[in-house]
C-alpha cells in the first residue's frame, strides 16, 4: 500500500521531470527529479514483485495449479482488460492535446485510434500493439499475470520430491553462510547490463522482474530464507546505496544509458541491477528485524493483547490489501487528468507539484471508495472479491 501510494507522489513529480516522456509535462522543469525518482526506480516495482511472488506461494498452496491460474485470470485478466479499454486511453488522449494534436478531436473521435491495435509477438508479453494504444502503466499487471501463468504449470508438472530437495539445499546455504542472499544480484546486474533497461517498464529490463517474483516465491517457502534476509539487511542496504551512487556518473554521461553498448553505460546498468536486488532484500528485512529484548530480570510482565484491539488491526490490513491493484489501477488516469490542469498555473515547481499530489491523492482514494468498492459489479471489474 505504501508503495503504490508512493506512486502518487512518483508520477506527479514526473510531470515536471527534464528528461522523461510523461503524457503531461510542465513548462518548467529540472533535472534534480530524475535524481531523486531514480532512487524510488531502483527498488519500488521489484518490491512489488517480491510481494506478488509472496502471495503466490501461499495461493498455490490453497488452490492448487488449476485454481491459482483461475484466480490469477480474474483478479488480474478482468481489471487488466477493463482498465486498458476504458482508462487508458484518457491519458493518450490528454497527451496528444497537451502536445497540441488538436486534430483528434474529441475523446470520443480518439478512442478508434487508440483502439486500432496489431499482434507483434516478438514483444511477448506486450503482443498487443498500436500508434495509441498502450497498456500504460498496467505493464505491472500484464507481466504478473504473464509470471503466474507461467508458474502454475511449473508447479503441477515440476517433481515436487526434486523441487522439496533443492529449496531445502538452497535454504540451509543461505542460513549457514551470510551474505548468500546477495548473490541474486549477479543475474539482475547481468539483464540490466547486457539485456538492457527499458524505460517503459520503470527502467528494469520486463524479464528481471521474473527474478524479484521468484524470490518472493522462495522466501515464502522457507523461514530460513526469510532470516537470511533479515541477518543481511543492513549491509544489503549499505552496498545497495553505494551502488546505486556508483551508477550514477555513469547514466549521466551516457547518451542513452539503457541501451548504449559503451562501456560507462554497461557498467551504470551492471551496477543499477545489482543495486535494485540488495536493496529489496534490504528493505523487508530491516523491516522484518525483531527488537532486541530486555534481560529476563528487567523485562516487564507480558500483556496480553486485547481481542478487539488484533480484530480491528486484522480488519484494517484486510481492507489496504484490497484496495492495492484497484488504487494502482486509478492512479495514474487521475494524476495525468489532475496535471493537464494544473501544470498551466504561473507557479513554482514546488508549488504545482504540491497542489498536484494534494487534488490527485484523495481523488484517487475518493474514487476507489465512491465507485468501485461498494459496488459488486466494480469489485468484480478492478479484481475486489464479492
Not at 514483485?49 to 483478479?75: D, N, P, Q, T
Not at 486498458?84 to 474529441?106: C, E, F, I, K, Y
Not at 494534494?358 to 459489479?377: D, G, K, M, N, W
Request: charged share 20%; net charge positive.
Amino acid at each position: 500500500m505504501l508503495i503504490v501510494i508512493g506512486l502518487v507522489f512518483f508520477h506527479s513529480a514526473l510531470v515536471f521531470a527534464a528528461d522523461d516522456d510523461f503524457y503531461v509535462k510542465n513548462a518548467e522543469t529540472s533535472e534534480a527529479v530524475l535524481i531523486v525518482a531514480g532512487f524510488g526506480v531502483v527498488w519500488a516495482m521489484p518490491l512489488l514483485f517480491l510481494i506478488s511472488g509472496l502471495g503466490a506461494w501461499y495461493s498455490l498452496r490453497r488452490r492448487g495449479a488449476g485454481g491459482f491460474a483461475r484466480e490469477r485470470l480474474l483478479r488480474l485478466g478482468v481489471p487488466l482488460v477493463f482498465a486498458t479499454l476504458v482508462l487508458n486511453p484518457l491519458p493518450q488522449w490528454l497527451r496528444q492535446r497537451a502536445a497540441g494534436a488538436d486534430h483528434h478531436g474529441s475523446y470520443l473521435g480518439f478512442l478508434p485510434r487508440f483502439y486500432d491495435v496489431r499482434l507483434e509477438f516478438d514483444e511477448v508479453p506486450f503482443i498487443v500493439q498500436g500508434e495509441y494504444f498502450e497498456t500504460g502503466h498496467l505493464w505491472f499487471v500484464v507481466l504478473l499475470l504473464a509470471f503466474s501463468l507461467l508458474l502454475a504449470p511449473l508447479h503441477r508438472w515440476l517433481p515436487r520430491g526434486w523441487l522439496r530437495r533443492a529449496r531445502d539445499r538452497a535454504a540451509r546455504t543461505a542460513a549457514r553462510r551470510r551474505g548468500v542472499v546477495l548473490l541474486p544480484a549477479l543475474g539482475t546486474s547481468a539483464i540490466c547490463a547486457f539485456g538492457k533497461m527499458e524505460e517503459n517498464y520503470a527502467g528494469w529490463h520486463r524479464w528481471s522482474y521474473l527474478l524479484f517474483f521468484l524470490a518472493g516465491f522462495a522466501l515464502a517457502a522457507d523461514d530460513r530464507f526469510r532470516a537470511a534476509v533479515r541477518e543481511s539487511a543492513v549491509p544489503a542496504a549499505w552496498l545497495g546505496v553505494l551502488l546505486f551512487a556508483g551508477a550514477g556518473p555513469g547514466f549521466a554521461v551516457a547518451e542513452e544509458p539503457f541501451t548504449d553498448t559503451g562501456a560507462q553505460a554497461t557498467v551504470a546498468r551492471a551496477l543499477f541491477g545489482a543495486s535494485g536486488w540488495c536493496l529489496v532484500v534490504a528493505v523487508p528485512g530491516l523491516l522484518d528485524r525483531r527488537r532486541t529484548r530486555r534481560p529476563p530480570d528487567t523485562a516487564p510482565e507480558p500483556q496480553p493483547r486485547p481481542v478487539p484491539a488484533a480484530t480491528a488491526r486484522r480488519r484494517l490490513h484486510g481492507c489496504l490489501a484490497a484496495a492495492v491493484l484497484p488504487l494502482y489501477v486509478l492512479h495514474q488516469p487521475v494524476v495525468v487528468a489532475v496535471a493537464y490542469f494544473v501544470t498551466g498555473w504561473p507557479a513554482p515547481i514546488p508549488v504545482e507539484y504540491a497542489v498536484l499530489v494534494a487534488i490527485a491523492l484523495p481523488l484517487t482514494v475518493a474514487a476507489y471508495e465512491l465507485l468501485v468498492r461498494r459496488a459488486r459489479v466494480t469489485r468484480f471489474l478492478f479484481g475486489m472479491r464479492a
